[in-house]
């Protein structure tokens, strides 16, 4: 190939520019957005807007070739762009369709653009790499018996693509999955095309599965699940589309689980309001987590939590309410920061233990007698419900602990023993109303528990959500907490 002069000039200037740089600038570094629980999570001077991912599946035993590509705008003046990003191996990198330079600083993809760039910027940043999910026990990419499925919560998403990876920054996503035919690919959001490629040389022939999401979701939210699945359509309340992900071969078994979820969802609508979201479903994965996991409108369930004998149907029923509750709680309303985690396991556990209830299983008196009882013991060893302590070094699942589940739910009960029910009624409504499709944080909710109350409630929660020891309950004096060990 040859240049004519004038191009050949730019070259060599550009790459002049971009020596200067390289010589001038410091090392990247990792960088954070300062949480006090994941001080490296999420990355300053941006806000992402969109992600466009694709991925291309083969089998579990090789990574997946994937592009993502983020639509974001500068909030600061930037002469690099961290992205959250491990685990994959990154071929190129352009920064507004220029290429850019790129390394790697502990666990983020540093990026430097060929031109500094001012704040209110638009930006769209193109990476093409790997995602590989082979060998992860920490989140990310879950394989399952006949393919794949995600689980970022709370800080793996970047174990899967590049990303701002904290829920303080949601984004819409368009999330475009290519696999062997004989595989269906489902993600978050609706469906908007099915392409059949057809073969390629020797490769198999592929098709690619595109979906979109209607509201912005966190990092951690995202789900693709690729396998020999069936995908089941029905009618939720007010002909919401209900859609699950199912082994095709179990189809009809898990059918009498699935037909519960229209009326899980008017039995919280009736609670809280609208659900908040374009469909829901749930995805039914042959694989082993330890947990069920929210994923944005389509919540992720292990096989065996319908399957195994030694769960009552009552259990199996209040823990899909659980994680429905989520759509609003967490997803719907994202928490600012990590330590407000309380208020998404808080009141999904609350209206699970409410749900239970009112089958007449599991009294909601009861567990939260119970609760307290183990209260004092959950906080010496979690801390209190929004200042939980940080998980062990490789073991951030150990952030989910009693205090943030039924010690948080503790909360919410003695927040409505306090005000009564009707102020607490109107204040679950409120919440998911105002901060819909947003984030939000605990000075927020104690904002608007004293404006629906009309009660200042400062005292109240600062005890409650922040002592060492649990404070008395309020109409149940008779209640005792176990010594702390």
Aim: negative net charge; proline residues 7%; hydrophobic residues 40%.
């Amino acid at each position: 190939m040859q240049l004519t002069s004038r191009r050949l000039r730019a070259a060599l200037l550009a790459a002049a520019s971009m020596t200067l740089v390289a010589a001038v600038m410091p090392p990247p570094l990792a960088l954070g957005i300062g949480d006090r629980l994941f001080p490296e999570l999420g990355n300053p001077g941006y806000d992402v807007l969109a992600y466009d991912l694709s991925f291309t599946y083969a089998s579990n035993t090789k990574p997946l070739d994937a592009v993502t590509t983020l639509d974001a705008v500068t909030l600061q003046p930037l002469e690099r762009i961290n992205l959250d990003f491990t685990h994959g191996t990154v071929a190129s990198a352009e920064v507004n369709g220029e290429s850019a330079r790129f390394e790697t600083a502990g666990e983020d993809l540093v990026l430097t653009p060929q031109t500094p760039l001012p704040q209110g910027a638009t930006l769209r940043i193109t990476v093409r790499h790997t995602s590989d999910p082979r060998g992860r026990a920490d989140g990310g990419w879950v394989p399952t018996e006949d393919g794949l499925a995600m689980a970022n919560q709370a800080d793996a998403a970047h174990r899967v693509f590049p990303c701002n990876d904290h829920p303080a920054d949601k984004a819409y996503f368009t999330l475009r999955i290519t696999a062997p035919d004989g595989l269906t690919a489902v993600a978050n959001g609706i469906p908007e095309s099915t392409v059949r490629n057809g073969r390629r040389g020797a490769a198999p022939a592929t098709t690619t599965w595109t979906y979109r999401t209607l509201h912005p979701m966190a990092t951690e939210l995202a789900q693709v699940s690729i396998g020999t699945s069936a995908v089941v359509h029905r009618a939720g309340p007010h002909g919401l589309p209900v859609r699950d992900v199912v082994p095709a071969a179990d189809r009809e078994r898990f059918e009498p689980w699935l037909a519960k979820t229209p009326g899980h969802l008017t039995w919280l609508e009736d609670r809280l309001g609208p659900y908040p979201f374009e469909n829901y479903g749930v995805l039914i994965a042959r694989a082993r987590t330890g947990f069920e996991l929210e994923t944005q409108t389509l919540s992720l369930f292990e096989s065996a939590l319908f399957t195994e004998p030694g769960y009552p149907t009552w259990y199996v029923e209040a823990v899909m309410v659980h994680e429905l509750a989520h759509q609003w709680f967490g997803n719907s309303v994202s928490p600012r920061t990590w330590s407000d985690l309380w208020l998404n396991e808080g009141h999904a556990t609350w209206y699970e233990a409410l749900y239970a209830d009112g089958l007449g299983k599991y009294s909601l008196e009861r567990r939260m007698r119970e609760a307290y009882q183990r209260s004092d013991q959950w906080r010496a060893a979690g801390g209190p419900p929004a200042a939980p302590k940080a998980a062990a070094p490789g073991q951030k699942i150990g952030l989910f602990r009693p205090v943030v589940y039924d010690g948080s739910a503790l909360v919410l009960y003695a927040l409505r023993q306090e005000i009564g029910a009707a102020a607490f009624d109107r204040l679950e409504r409120r919440w998911v109303a105002d901060h819909r499709d947003g984030t939000a944080d605990t000075a927020d909710f104690v904002r608007l528990a004293a404006e629906v109350s009309g009660r200042d409630l400062d005292a109240f929660f600062q005890a409650w959500l922040y002592g060492d020891k649990t404070p008395a309950m309020p109409g149940h004096p008779e209640w005792a907490a176990a010594h702390a060990r």
